[in-house]
């Protein structure tokens, strides 16, 4: 079967960086989704990988390695707007998204 | 900047009661998806649209029916509806399919089966 593995819920400091893993085992690949979803929200779009290494969009950087089946979204300089979930989405090889959980985090003070 | 609305945003059912939930969007988007997301699961997707007068099942199809007469819209349909289609159903779009492109959500429909 298809999974997709993220930790249910973290907490982190404000102005600290946290790193959210994503781990998966799908049958293909054709690229790997980050979203934020705010409470009560829709998801919104953070970052795309297909290819491994990192991928730095601001605050935001996303990490691939197609070999694991891993990936990790980095927030750096924490802010309280980053309380929300994140989800991992994984396209397999019928170009249909695969989805994790979420990882609900919690920013406190 | 509407991008994908959906309505209605709240509605409370009763079992066998049939409803229909109605996306909107105004990017001229080919692609649109329903999905539902449940408390500790991931988005499923219900069924989908790669252009008008398409339509695909998902994951999780059965229970609900879906058309595409409008390239802007996308309706999905519950015939009879049951307690375990509670949930929070999202409506997506996107210009090129999920492989390279994202998906723009709508707000979300709540939806309560009692």
């Known amino acids: 079967g298809q999974n997709i593995d993220q930790p249910t819920e973290m907490t982190a400091t404000e102005g600290a960086i946290v790193q959210i893993n994503c781990t998966y085992q799908?049958?293909?690949?054709?690229?790997l989704f980050w979203y934020q979803q705010h409470a009560g929200e829709a998801p919104t779009f953070l970052s795309y990988n297909v290819l491994d290494g990192l991928e730095e969009k601001g605050r935001f950087s996303s990490f691939l390695s197609r070999s694991k089946g891993y990936s990790y979204l980095l927030l750096k300089e924490l802010q309280m707007k980053d309380s929300a979930s994140y989800l991992c989405a994984v396209s397999d090889s019928n170009y249909q998204l695969i989805w994790g959980a979420g990882t609900k985090l919690i920013i406190k003070p | 900047n509407a991008g994908v609305t959906q309505t209605p945003k709240f509605r409370v059912l009763k079992t066998g009661q049939s409803m229909t939930l109605l996306c909107a969007q105004d990017m001229n988007h080919e692609y649109m998806y329903w999905y539902r997301q449940d408390p500790g699961m991931g988005l499923r997707l219900i069924h989908y649209s790669v252009g008008e007068g398409t339509t695909a099942k998902g994951e999780v199809p059965d229970g609900y029916n879906v058309s595409r007469l409008k390239k802007q819209n996308f309706l999905l349909g519950l015939e009879s509806a049951a307690p375990s289609q509670t949930s929070v159903y999202f409506c997506?779009?996107?210009?090129?399919?999920?492989?390279?492109?994202?998906?723009?959500f709508g707000e979300g429909s709540r939806l309560t089966v009692l």
């Open positions: 997506a779009s996107s210009p090129t399919g999920v492989d390279t492109g994202e998906l723009f």
């Open positions: 799908t049958s293909g690949f054709n690229g």
